[in-house]
């Protein structure tokens, strides 16, 4: 079978065409700005993959594997951005073609226009490419192979089985909360077969196709990451037992800011039109039962209790549900009166617009100080300066072209596994700590314990500079000349 784009009808193959230039075009005017902080945090511990001390060599963090190994294939921020763009296209095109099986041309136009404008909002964190962006287009077309695998049954409908569970399960090895493939392929099973007690046998034998592409792929996986370092037991504990230990820490650390962001997230979810989609999907699903709605709410369902589930309520989060809610919008295309849909639609798109419109005009500042301290010691340090961000910020680390011998990139890592710092406070103290140290959110925030650190500090380094609000620490030892930091942003 040929998956084609949207089926043979030229008006269908113009306007995905279309809606994918006005995506490129959007996508790349924000190419150029300064990395964020998962950007270049995974981009250091892919390049630094290999056997070593921790999870992934010489550094820790409780992602997948595969997710590392994109980061260690992409090398830079610029490569990294334009796979997530080539992401974004791949998801549009599965998406079309997901609709295109369950309900042809005019759902195809819908669920491709969606698609690609939600991948054109910054307030899904689009400017910059993260896990839930490269996961969807293995998301969208395991949505496409399932459909028609479930819907055209035919002779190689256990082949797009497996396929679809090969496509799921990366989605999983990019980040593990990321089950779509399987939840839209487990609902609309049951739901078939609710409805068709004779298809019990050959719904069974899909997905029991699709399972073993599933667990063929996680086994793959597991072997290729062990061959590198990361052995089974390993990721379980940082993809498990972590994410139980970190919600614990987040529940009893958060602030005003952690409920600040849930605000932000439920605004961002109501007005970019994913509020509607999720309630008429819901609505739909309950009156009409139709198997394909009925699994595509459920997605939807999922996808959105596991963004406020996390806790942290990060926006791109949000970018999770945009194969299903596409999807939804496809399906409900053609049941939703003509003049609610205009509405509804054109809300949606001023909405996109002028959150666009905003960004461009007032580009978010996020990442501008962790560009202009990392370059800062970029100019002032030496070839081999090592240095340790005080807590988390990679990005100053990426800006300055520097490792870090402390394995945590990240806050959080820091204040689950080491809060009261003798692991960093060891390696401050040990003969190959970092040449510079920089407080960037202040040694007593997060509720962190500080005496070891300030204890290691006073042993062995110097306070030299205020970069952006940002201490400065150089080790007593080193003799270096700084530099004129650029203006603070």
């Known amino acids: 079978m040929t998956l084609k784009l949207a089926g043979s009808s030229f008006g269908v193959r113009a306007s995905v065409v279309a809606v994918l230039a006005v995506m490129i075009a959007v996508r790349l005017a924000f190419l150029g700005l300064p990395s964020g902080r998962d950007e270049a945090g995974f981009l250091i511990v892919g390049d630094a993959w290999g056997h070593g001390p921790a999870l992934y060599g010489d550094y820790w963090v409780d992602r997948p594997p595969l997710l590392v190994a994109i980061m260690d294939f992409a090398g830079s921020v610029t490569a990294l951005r334009l796979l997530g763009l080539l992401a974004s296209v791949l998801m549009v095109l599965g998406v079309c073609r997901a609709a295109y099986v369950a309900r042809g041309p005019g759902a195809a136009r819908w669920a491709a226009g969606t698609a690609a404008l939600m991948a054109t909002a910054p307030w899904f964190g689009i400017v910059r490419t993260n896990g839930e962006m490269l996961a969807s287009p293995f998301v969208a077309w395991g949505f496409a192979l399932t459909l028609q695998a479930l819907l055209r049954p035919g002779p190689r409908s256990r082949w797009l089985a497996l396929a679809a569970g090969v496509l799921a399960a990366c989605a999983g090895l990019i980040k593990q909360t990321i ?80 409920a600040h962001r849930l605000w932000v997230l439920a605004a961002t979810w109501a007005g970019s039109g994913l509020a509607v989609i999720t309630v008429l999907a819901g609505w739909h699903a309950v009156r009409r039962r139709e198997p394909v709605m009925i699994a595509t709410f459920g997605v939807l369902v999922l996808v959105t209790g596991t963004a406020i589930l996390g806790g942290s309520y990060w926006g791109h989060y949000l970018l999770q549900l945009v194969p299903a809610a596409a999807l939804a919008t496809g399906l409900l295309a053609d049941r939703v009166a003509p003049p609610v849909r205009a509405v509804l639609a054109t809300l949606v798109v001023a909405a996109t617009l002028g959150n666009l419109a905003w960004n461009v005009v007032a580009p978010p500042h996020e990442g501008r100080t962790a560009e202009v301290v990392g370059t800062w010691l970029r100019h002032t340090g030496h070839p081999g300066d090592t240095a340790v961000i005080a807590y988390g910020q990679p990005n100053v680390l990426g800006n300055a072209g520097m490792s870090s011998p402390y394995p945590y990139l990240w806050s959080l890592p820091v204040r689950t596994l080491d809060p009261d710092l003798a692991e960093l406070a060891a390696v401050l103290d040990g003969p190959d700590r970092p040449t510079w140290v920089v407080d960037w959110s202040g040694i007593r925030s997060w509720g962190i314990d500080p005496v070891r650190l300030t204890g290691a500090l006073g042993r062995h380094y110097r306070h030299v500079a205020e970069i952006c609000g940002r201490s400065v620490w150089l080790d007593a030892t080193a003799r270096r000349t700084l530099s004129t930091p650029a203006a603070c942003p």
């Open 179 to 258: 089950a779509d493939g399987l939840v839209l392929a487990v609902v609309l099973g049951i739901a078939i077969v609710w409805q068709q007690r004779s298809r019990r046998r050959e719904v069974g034998g899909v997905l029991a196709a699709g399972a073993v592409g599933f667990v063929v792929t996680l086994a793959v996986a597991l072997v290729a990451a062990a061959t590198r370092g990361t052995s089974a037991p390993e990721l379980f504990d940082a993809l498990v037992t972590f994410r139980a230990e970190a919600g614990e820490v987040i529940r009893r650390s958060a602030s005003g800011a952690t």
